[in-house]
């Protein structure tokens, strides 16, 4: 089994430079040992797409922890090598058709996290091979929605404990199209009282407090808050879950506006 060392690979997309791995050429999650970021699963196509994939490919990971893990499922992540501050972050999206799928559209701080902020744009779910949920497990329970869901990741109490203001689903009346079949465009507006994101032109969710969460971490240390963007695509456990893509996650565009 060949052995997979801590790498940096970076590209040109879009006007900006990306890596095919984490910081400082980290390729595995340790919460998520069973998958680890690949070259190999990373390519612009002709029409200059970002397009990701997953196959199951094992191989022996050393990380910094001083631990061998064998994970089975290579996956495609890219994180800018650029950082970017307040302003709008917009990406045409095709997600992959499949089971137990995770792609991702992210933003995370470049500093220590959560504490500098991390903001998920579209977090994104197949468990049962579609994005669709009729039922949500909190109140009106019966409201029809994608399983392309936001978060805001921060700290709390003095800059000690992680909190976010929570997963949730974007409804179908604001995203109306399945986003395995239609490119969606997802925005972030990221100011420094306001973060604000919206599915095809249409507002899903406003946070203030999260926004002012993460702007005192930056106030805090004395530096001007920059975010680096991600697009992860990561599934489930494939010893537990049949995991199966059939179709790729594509980035059809990305772009970012400074304030």
Known sequence: ?????????????????????????????????????????????????????????EREIRHWDGR?????????????????????FEAMIELPFGTCLWPSFWLVGDERWPFSGEIDICEAWSDNG??????????????????TTTNIHFSDNNFIEHASIGSRNI????Q??????????????????????????????????SAKKIQDYWHYIGKEPRMRVIFSFWCENPSMNNVRMNSNFVIKDFSYKAF
């Open 130 to 147: 579609s994005y669709f949920k009729l039922f949500i497990p909190q109140p009106p329970y019966l409201s029809p929605s994608w399983r």
């Open 1 to 57: 089994m060949e052995t997979v060392t801590m790498t940096e690979k970076s590209f040109h997309w879009k006007g900006y430079l990306w890596q095919t791995c984490m910081e400082n050429g980290r390729r595995i999650h340790t919460g998520q040992p069973w998958m680890w970021y690949s070259d190999d699963e990373v390519l612009i196509s002709d029409n200059d797409s970002l397009v990701l994939t997953i196959h199951r490919d």
């Open 171 to 174: 409804s179908v009346f604001k």
């Open 68 to 88: 061998t893990y064998k994970p089975a499922m290579a996956c495609g992540t890219v994180r800018s090598v650029d950082t970017f501050g307040h302003g709008e």
């Open 176 to 209: 109306c199209k399945d986003p395995s079949t239609n490119p969606i465009k997802y925005k972030c507006v990221w100011e420094h009282d306001e973060i604000a994101i919206y599915a095809n032109g249409k507002l899903v969710r406003r946070d203030t407090e």
